[in-house]
């Protein structure tokens, strides 16, 4: 009860300057000092006091949008870049940031990266957009250096017009220390949930009542806190206070899902669960922020600066993004 009541304070949100005003949409949180934000324009920024930020350099990506960002412990961390064929690579740095090198680049002329996520330091997969009419999946073993199709892989057909949205890096997420896996799409007649209990070898779908039928709504998000709980969080991206579903929650691994509004109007582009404490989830879009404690059953709004993506590394220590540079800090309520 303590942690809800302190992720439910009215103003847990305090601004951070950035020293950007680029439009950031990934966001990884190490510990309370160490965390890295990306974003439009080649931007990658990094506080190592969880106070200030600084910019960091990657050779030669000034026209890249670096939609996503993972912190695989000490100073590693992965970096990925959305845009269409060879616009979407993936960089890694073993040194928290100072120097990075470029380890894989989309092999396909029509594909375009979404999102990234890891298992542990060195499991971790990677998602696409589809390609021949199947989404694109890709696995490393040694912490984002190779990048490799499972072999035999087998993927539900793609309907027409689907498409995961690369606005926050959760479109993907995994269950940590196990071999689940969910992603979330939109764009078609309707909105889905794909999962994997085999890391990314075989998967199933599953559809979600958040709206879609056109090309920029439908679902964005989707979080576990175990490998039975999960919510999902979307909408319309060119339609941010459309009142309209914007949430939908599982019990059974993502094979069903049941409405589950966050607010009765808006677009929300990422929900994730707080680590360590299994009903708590957070919830951020353009409209601002919501908490829940029970699962996603219900929602309290918890701030209204317009956000893109949300991290967490425990139930104390988080960060938050958004446009024109917006660094937003998580800050626990005094006991």
């Known amino acids: 009860m303590l942690l809800a009541l302190v992720l439910l304070a009215a103003t847990p949100w305090l601004s951070q300057h950035s020293g950007s005003d680029a439009e950031l949409r990934g966001v990884a949180v190490l510990d309370a000092k160490h965390a890295w934000a990306s974003g439009a324009g080649g931007t990658v920024l990094r506080t190592r006091d969880g106070e200030h930020w600084e910019k960091l350099a990657v050779k030669a990506s000034e026209k890249l949008d670096f939609r996503d960002v993972e912190a695989l412990g000490g100073d590693t961390v992965v ?33 375009f990266y979404d999102a990234i996520a890891f298992w542990d330091e060195r499991w971790g997969i990677l998602l696409g957009d589809p390609v021949s009419g199947r989404f694109i999946v890709r696995m490393t073993g040694d912490g984002g250096r190779t990048w490799y199709v499972p072999r035999g892989i087998q993927m539900p057909d793609a309907l027409p017009g689907e498409g995961a949205f690369a606005a926050s890096g959760t479109c993907l997420a995994v269950r940590k220390g196990g071999q689940e896996a969910w992603f979330v799409t939109g764009g078609a007649g309707v909105s889905r949930v794909f999962r994997t209990a085999d890391r990314g070898r075989t998967w199933s779908v599953a559809e979600a009542p958040i709206p879609a039928g056109k090309s920029t709504a439908g679902l964005f998000s989707v979080a576990f ?7 999902v969080a979307g909408g319309d991206y060119k339609d941010v206070t459309l009142a309209a579903l ?6 059974d691994g993502g094979a069903t899902w049941l409405p589950a ?25 353009p409209i601002g922020a919501a908490a829940s404690h029970d699962g996603g059953k219900t929602w309290t709004k918890t701030g209204d600066t317009p956000l893109n993506a949300v991290a967490f590394a425990d139930a104390k220590t ?11 800090k998580f800050t ?4």
């Open 332 to 335: 626990p309520a005094p006991r």
């Open 318 to 328: 988080g960060w938050a993004v958004g446009p024109k540079g917006t660094i937003v």
């Open 261 to 285: 509004p966050i607010a009765p109007s808006g677009f929300f582009s990422a929900v994730v669960a707080v680590p360590a404490a299994l009903s708590e989830l957070v919830g951020v879009g």
């Open 79 to 111: 970096l990925m870049s959305a845009g269409p064929a060879e616009s979407s690579r993936i960089y890694k740095s073993t040194d928290g940031g100072t120097t990075w090198g470029l380890f894989h680049v989309n092999p396909h002329k029509v594909g």
């Open 225 to 231: 806190a175990d490998s039975r709980s999960g919510f």
């Open 246 to 251: 914007n949430g939908a929650r599982s019990e």
